[in-house]
């Protein structure tokens, strides 16, 4: 064998330990999708260019799947969580909560059209075939994390912190099956973050 050979085989070893080693840094993480950014300073890649000729070679690979432009999963798209892709897609502090959380108790009966989402902007989209609403909380009660819990690898209001959510946003909103809801602990809710009492307004009586 000669010697380009052996640089070779040496570069293609070193490579290949280079890409066991990011996985498996990634897989030791228990998450399954990433930001670019993420991936750059997890991996110490500093060089852009660098770092795009990375993400694609491992696309082609199929190591890496693009959810989107900037946002990568180790997993294939329509296997992912979708309350994890869409608080990915929203890169900042953001929970499950209002509509998906009250139907999926109960609550409400009609199936909400999109994923609710609380986060630090107003915004709506698409996924993955999963529409997704994010209503913008000022960050002094967006960062309080009373009755938020992470499951499955998504932060998730509990019921309580959904109603207390959902009037906040709309103090009118209708409930169909208001008796199952936990009134006291949706009042501890409102008084931990802050909400202004008046939101239970219409039904502060209810017990």
């Known amino acids: 064998m000669n010697v380009n050979m052996l640089k070779a085989n040496k570069r293609n070893i070193r490579s290949r330990e280079s890409s066991g080693e990011r996985f498996s840094r990634l897989a030791a993480m228990g998450e ?24 694609s070679r491992y696309v082609s690979q199929g190591f890496l799947h693009r959810v989107q432009k900037g946002l990568y999963s180790i997993k294939r798209p329509s296997d992912l969580n979708p309350y994890v892709v869409g608080l990915k897609a929203l890169h900042g502090p953001a929970y499950i909560s209002c509509e998906t959380v009250l139907f999926e108790a109960g609550v409400i009966n009609q199936p909400p059209r999109s994923i609710s989402i609380v986060s630090g902007v107003s915004r709506r989209f698409t996924l993955v075939g999963h529409d997704y609403r994010s209503r913008k909380l000022t960050d002094a009660f967006l960062f309080n994390n009373a009755g938020v819990d992470t499951k499955d690898g998504a932060r998730i209001a509990d019921m309580p912190r959904a109603v207390a959510d959902t009037l906040y ?5 209708h409930f169909d099956v208001p008796s199952i809801i936990h009134w006291d602990a949706v ?7 802050g909400y202004p009492a008046s939101i239970m307004k219409q039904y502060g009586a209810t017990k």
């Open 32 to 55: 399954q999708v990433f930001h670019t950014d993420d991936l750059a300073n997890l991996w110490n890649i500093r060089n852009v260019s660098t770092l795009h000729m990375t993400l």
């Open 169 to 173: 946003f709309n103090s009118k909103k």
């Open 187 to 193: 009042r501890d809710i409102v008084s931990a973050i």
